[in-house]
């Protein structure tokens, strides 16, 4: 019982490391990438390729002041950076990142928790973060946070809809809501239910670019409109907040894309972990291609995208990969 | 361990539920309604429900609710709509109300009306209780017809506001 608590503790500890650090060099990948793809250089100056310019960031951050609006909510203002921030991380605890291994002569299983609906877990967990956004912009008491969030929450719960149902497939496939049983039923290359369900797969792409407020779908913090959009009023650790909780999500996603898609952690001669990270970084590396690529959408657009492409297109992937099931 | 998880989600639920109806700012008594959700949610998952606890977050706090804070924060409610004097006569309202739900309980309590309907319905908080496919295996058998039945009725409601929302052009300008 304790063995197995200080174990579980072990696993929290070095996942949620594993995934600041991610985030943080995410941020760096992403600047020094999109600095190439522009003829760029990014950053330099700080380290070797600029290797350390995240911990110069965050002794930034964290040193810089902090500003509470005279007009705020102040308890809602302090709290809303926080309920991005949690949610964002909560959901690892089902995602499966490799096969069990033995380590110091016991038998480790690398997920922190096989829950039973696992997917839905995550599926309800990830609609709480909308609250952090909605309430972080009224309670700035700022036009431009409030516009930002309005656009936020709503783009979130529309598609929320077409990434639910771009699941439904895989979840009709493997027969189960665990994510554990998911990745065992892609056994090999051949069974990765992206082969098997490739507008499910697309759906789930678009959607989850536009849950998580990436280009093209990056209009709650469309500068050219709104300055920052629904952190335009936060400062120093506050705002970094919001920006983990971005990249945190960002990462969730691709994880999960990886696992319902993708194999999961499975694939030939690599060891199960290294093949997880390389399929997540892909992932990583594609949203921030598609950032140096695509324009946003105008709201309209998305809008009108949202509810007559993606969800009939959904409705419909549905309804075929259940026939074919039955 | 199960004793503290429920002491603790209980307690949180029952505490942030008063906490609903003691704020004064509409948009913070939302936020505590979510707390209490999803601590229900937790209640949920010790009477090994999972399935249902997930759609208590998914449906209630991650989806109704969103929609209740965006009403109160459009609406703008200020906190002189629940102004002393619009409380007068909704007070011995709520006294008359509390007192038939209390005597409820009680007699549910005490003539074993629970036990009854556990009998029933042959409700048994075990097996596939609160999992996918007991949940799924009962709206599609027993509750086939309320189910079908409230999904129009949902539909109904759904354009009913689209219609409500739309400008006729007979009406312009009135919205």
């Not at chain 1, 629904?230 to 650790?237: D, N, P, R, V």
């Not at chain 2, 639920?13 to 906490?19: D, G, K, Q």
């Not at chain 2, 002189?80 to 309202?93: Q, Y």
Request: proline residues 4%.
């Amino acid at each position: 019982m304790l063995e197995q608590a200080i174990i579980a503790i072990i696993k929290v500890a070095v996942v949620l490391f594993a995934i600041l650090t991610a985030c943080a060099y995410i941020v760096w990948l992403e600047r020094k990438l999109v600095a190439r793809m522009q003829v760029r250089l990014g950053p330099t100056r700080v380290g070797p390729f600029g290797l350390l310019q995240p911990l110069a960031d965050a002794i930034k951050l964290f040193t810089k002041e902090e500003i509470i609006v005279e007009q705020a909510n102040k308890w809602l203002y302090l709290v809303a950076p926080l309920l991005a921030f949690i949610p964002a991380f909560i959901t690892f605890a089902v995602i499966p990142f490799g096969d069990t291994v033995t380590l110091f002569g016991r038998e480790v299983e690398l997920l922190i928790s096989d829950f039973n609906v696992g997917i839905l877990f995550i599926l309800g967990v990830t609609s709480l973060g909308v609250y952090g956004v909605v309430l972080a912009g009224w309670s700035s008491n700022s036009k431009y946070s409030l516009l930002g969030s309005l656009r936020s929450a709503a783009q979130m719960i529309s598609y929320e809809i077409s990434l639910g149902l771009s699941v439904i497939g895989v979840l009709l496939l493997a027969g189960s809501l665990s994510l554990v049983d998911i990745v065992k039923a892609q056994g090999s290359v051949s069974e990765w239910f992206i082969w098997k369900q490739p507008v499910g797969f697309f759906l789930y792409l678009i959607s989850a670019f536009a849950e998580t407020n990436r280009a093209p779908f990056d209009l709650p913090e469309a500068e050219t409109e709104l300055v920052a959009g629904y952190f335009t009023e936060y400062s120093s650790m506050k705002f970094a907040m919001f920006t983990i909780a971005e990249y945190a999500n960002m990462v969730t996603v691709a994880a999960l894309a990886t696992t319902l898609f993708l194999g999961g952690w499975q694939g030939p001669f690599l060891p199960p972990v290294v093949w997880f990270l390389v399929k997540v970084m892909f992932f990583i590396f594609l949203y921030i291609w598609v950032r140096a690529t695509l324009p946003r959408f105008r709201y309209d657009q998305l809008m009108r995208f949202g509810w007559l492409v993606l969800l009939p297109v959904g409705l419909v992937n549905v309804l075929v990969t259940a026939l074919a099931v039955l | 361990m199960e004793m503290a998880v429920f002491l603790g989600a209980g307690f949180v639920a029952l505490v942030s539920a008063i906490l609903v109806f003691t704020q004064k700012n509409p948009v913070a008594s939302v936020v505590f309604l979510v707390v209490t959700l999803a601590a229900q949610a937790v209640l949920f998952l010790l009477l090994n429900a999972p399935f249902v606890a997930a759609l208590q977050i998914i449906v209630y706090a991650g989806a109704i609710m969103v929609l209740f804070l965006f009403v109160v924060m459009l609406l703008n409610l200020g906190r002189d709509e629940f102004g002393p004097e619009k409380r007068k006569f909704i007070r011995p309202l709520a006294v008359v109300f509390a007192l038939v739900l209390v005597l409820e309980v009680l007699a549910i309590f005490k003539t074993g009306l629970l036990d009854q309907a556990r009998l029933t319905y042959h409700l048994d908080f075990t097996g596939d209780f609160g999992t996918v496919a007991g949940v799924g295996l009962l709206l599609f058998t027993r509750y086939l017809y309320p189910f079908e039945i409230t999904s129009v009725l949902l539909l109904a409601a759904l354009l009913g506001t689209v219609i409500l929302a739309k400008k006729l052009p007979g009406r312009k300008g009135e919205l």
